[in-house]
């Protein structure tokens, strides 16, 4: 079975930061990666999306994952937080019929 | 952009007592799923339903638990006697053709007291 890691539980940070998400999953054939974005009291929205091509990829809001294939990784990134950012980010692969999602780090940018 | 639509937004229900939980996935989609997040949890798939039957579940979703697509636009999660510790929030996701392009809708927050 599949499984997606997310390295960080709680990241504290503050505005203009940089900020990388680090994500492994466990599965050797062809996945869909995502990275989604929940905000507080809202719904979870993706952010970004890799089905195959560019293993760099841009998502809403400033943010972008690379795809390392060798690695089994998808790290989520931002070059400048900003308070907004402030939500829980998941990682997700699917393969077959669903969405693995991994525990969600925390991201809490200090104004 | 089109949604997935969740109702209720929040339900609060008794032990014991059976609870629907209603979506209208997007027109054109084709899958579709449910998935749950315990309070301070992660994300839990627990249902895929494809062409009128379940694809694939997970243990999560036993005897208890059952979908249904009553019409051409809802699917609906029915869990038949709530325990506490179905306290969750419930998503609902569908995808296009091809399994790609997951849309979630906003949730219902299931109480169980």
């Known amino acids: 079975a599949q499984s997606v890691s997310q390295h960080n539980h709680h990241v504290i940070l503050s505005e203009a930061a940089s900020l990388e998400l680090g994500c492994n999953y466990s599965y050797g054939g062809t996945v869909n990666l995502f990275w989604y974005v929940q905000y507080p009291g809202q719904h979870l929205q993706l952010l970004l999306k890799?089905?195959?091509?560019?293993?760099l990829v841009k998502g809403i809001k400033g943010f972008e994952a690379e795809f390392i294939k060798s690695k089994f990784s998808f790290n989520l990134r931002k070059p400048s937080v900003q308070w907004s950012d402030t939500a829980e980010y998941f990682c997700a692969v699917t393969s077959d019929y669903k969405l693995s999602f991994g525990a969600g780090t925390t991201v809490t940018v200090r104004a | 952009e089109p949604e997935v639509t969740q109702t209720p937004s929040h339900q609060v229900t008794q032990m014991g007592q059976e609870v629907i939980l209603r979506c209208v996935p997007i027109s054109n989609h084709l899958y579709f799923y449910w998935y749950r997040q315990i309070l301070g949890q992660k994300v839990e798939f627990l249902v895929s339903f494809y062409n009128n039957e379940i694809s694939e579940k997970s243990e999560i979703f036993d005897d208890q638990f059952s979908v249904e697509r009553p019409d051409g636009s809802n699917f609906t999660l029915k869990i038949r006697s709530t325990k506490l510790e179905d306290s969750a929030m419930y998503f609902c996701a569908s995808s296009e053709p091809g399994r790609y392009g997951y849309t979630f809708g906003s949730g219902t927050r299931l109480t169980v007291v």
């Open positions: 890799y089905f195959s091509g560019d293993p």
